[in-house]
């Protein structure tokens, strides 16, 4: 038994936990039962409480003796005894049941609606009847003082079956296209009907006259509903008090003498609305679609508690005078749910208030009830990967669990500004949503602006194909609104295949503008055009068409040979660019085999200053009164002289009045030298005499 805790309502389910299958022996389901303590613990309220597939509808008998359920697949009913808590008996169906009702207060008298537009009516025994009707069928119910049968479907009729006389009887007309849901109010037999077109007609079954129509938008005023919504489920709690369900997922509660309703609940996930229950002990509404079961208030609208299984809901069956239902749903399994809060549990299974008594005595927390489950790219948003393997955060299968509240802090610190975002972004869309009943004005979209602007023109001259016909816009097409959005598809008129095909666009631009521009001279000088046989093109539409490809082929081979050559000059560019790029190298002559090496007059003089000694070259620097120097940019030279400063000029003048004074005073290094006797020559080591 899984027990649940929202909004502080205890809800049990009964049906939960695992299920053996059918294949297995009784042996082994018996060992299993019997070793298995989970299996031991379990509770199952009926047996076999469940179909093959898919459970499509579940009713309740007015003695509340038996529960019918129908499913797939195969197709076939079941019919289950309370006082036995095991199957009564099962049968076969020929097709899928689009709904069901039970006519007397047991199971011996029921009928079948088809989804083959067939009705099945059977009896204790099994199937009675079988008849046909002219469309496929939504919803039915029974008019028990006249004993017709009404049917509702893709039809604006209502179909009327005498069950006493066996035949049909005029149909009701109606001032809708398809009819959705019925039901005839249990005090005074007032039969109302849903439509697709958001209206609910009510009708008289006495005089088989209309009693007057209520349109839910039109009656609503509301900001809720931007147009009719369908009607897809009918509940009457009284004589004056309706609910009435729509494809929007709104519940509106209506008085019968009023248009306008009395209060609107949005389940806030757009799914239509498929059931609705009264619970008359709380003044408590049920409504349920294909994802939640919701009770709330039936005067203020506050949310009660929530029965939210997972899985696709079908039907919803309360048990009388209990906290007991039944929910068919998408599952093998019926999914049977308990509420102490709503009542007690029936007398056949009075044991479940004593279960419920000691599970509150010895109340166990759920564990993963204070745990947050995350993933490992969470984990790196929120910068908490380097916890990974402490108790903060544990592995668990592909993820990781850590406590609810450290993430609630984790996550405001890495976000900071999420709600703030969050906030700007809604007001956005509420104004942009606001500025859709103003005037358009023509925008163009950032890639592609010129293509775009090109479709746009075209798509108010609505293009036509050669037969005639409206060609669709390309703009109006979402399967390329990438184009016009993603930078990725960006025409590239550098490319080789644009400029390939470019001239070709052009052409075909100007020959249309001016074949649209003879049209219309043609059509201001003749009002009749004698119109051609059907089938056969016209000579000068031939023509003109032929000679438009003979000029895109001449004007693609043109493209084609301009292309070429310039490739062909690029290619002839870079082969000389690289040919001066590269180095040169020169081969040097030797001299030992009779070669002479040919030097420029610089390399000559540079050759000859490098023989001097460093006082000549000093010398001949001091005697340089400026000083020269050059400097090339590109194929430019600049040549410039350089005056020397003061200091400079200071020094080589002492310099030159010191040396004069030398020469003045001494003698030269010649002539002290000059007087002495000469060295002998040696030749070979021998003295030569």
Known sequence: MQVSNPNDVKIYNLSAGKSLPEWLSERKMRKLKKDNIEFQRKIELIQDFDMPTVCHRVKVSKDGQYICAVGTYKPRVKCYEVHQLSLKFERGLDANVTQFIILSDDYSKMVFLHDDRYLEIHAQGGRYYRTR???FGRDLDFHY????????????????????????????????????????????????????QGTVECWDPRSRTRA?????????????????????????????????????????????????????????????????????QLDLVLSMDTKILKLWHRDTGKPYTAIEPGIGLNDLSLYPDSGLMFIANEAPKIHTYFI???????????????????????????????????????????????????????????????????????????????????????IKEKIDSERKNRVQIKKLPQVNRELAEKFITEGENQIKDNKGKTVPNIMKDERFSALFIDPDYQIDKSAQEYRLVNPLITKLDKSRQKKQAEQKRIADQFDEVEEEREGRPSEDESSS????????????????????????????????????SRPK??????????????LSKEEKQKKKEMKKSLAERLESQNNMEEASGSRS?????????????????????????????????????????????????????????
């Open 585 to 598: 190298f020169y081969e040097i002559k030797d001299e030992s085999r009779g070669y002479k090496v040919q």
């Open 133 to 135: 009707i002219p469309k």
């Open 545 to 580: 068409s032929s000679e438009d490809e003979r000029v895109a082929h001449r004007e693609m081979k043109k493209q084609y040979r301009q292309m070429k050559t310039q490739e062909r000059r690029e290619k002839k560019v870079e082969e000389l660019e690289e040919a001066v």
């Open 340 to 426: 102490p809060s709503l009542g007690p549990a029936p007398r056949w299974c009075s044991f479940l208030d004593n279960l419920t008594e000691e599970l509150e005595e010895s109340e166990s927390l759920v564990v993963y009830d204070d745990y947050k489950f995350v993933s490992r790219q969470e984990l790196d948003d929120m910068g908490l990967t380097h916890l990974i393997g402490s108790n903060l955060v544990k592995a668990y299968m592909h993820g990781f669990f850590m406590d609810l509240r450290f993430y609630q802090k984790a996550k405001a610190l890495s976000q900071p500004f999420a709600y703030d975002d969050y906030k700007k972004t809604k």
């Open 633 to 689: 940019l590109g194929n430019m030279e600049m040549t410039f002289k350089l005056k020397k400063n003061e200091k400079q000029q200071w020094q080589e003048k002492a310099q030159k009045n010191h040396m004069d004074e030398r020469k003045e005073l001494g003698r030269s290094a010649t002539e002290i030298t000059g007087g002495f006797k000469k060295k002998p020559k040696f030749w070979n080591n021998k003295r030569v005499q």
């Open 145 to 196: 003082p006249t004993c017709d049968l009404y049917v509702v479907g893709v039809s604006d009729e209502i179909y009327r079956l005498n069950l006493e006389q066996g035949r049909f009887l005029a149909p009701l007309k109606t001032n809708a296209t398809e009819l959705s849901c019925c039901q005839f109010n249990p005090s005074h037999y007032l039969f109302a009907c849903g439509t697709k």
């Open 212 to 280: 007057g129509i209520l349109d839910i938008y039109k009656g609503s005023h509301s900001s809720e509903f931007t147009e009719s919504p369908e009607v897809t489920a009918l509940k009457f709690r009284d004589a004056l008090t309706m609910g009435v369900g729509t494809q929007t997922g709104h519940v509106l509660l209506y008085d019968m003498r009023s248009n306008k309703p009395l209060l609107i609940k949005d389940h806030q996930y757009e799914l239509p609305i498929k059931n609705i229950e009264f619970h008359n």
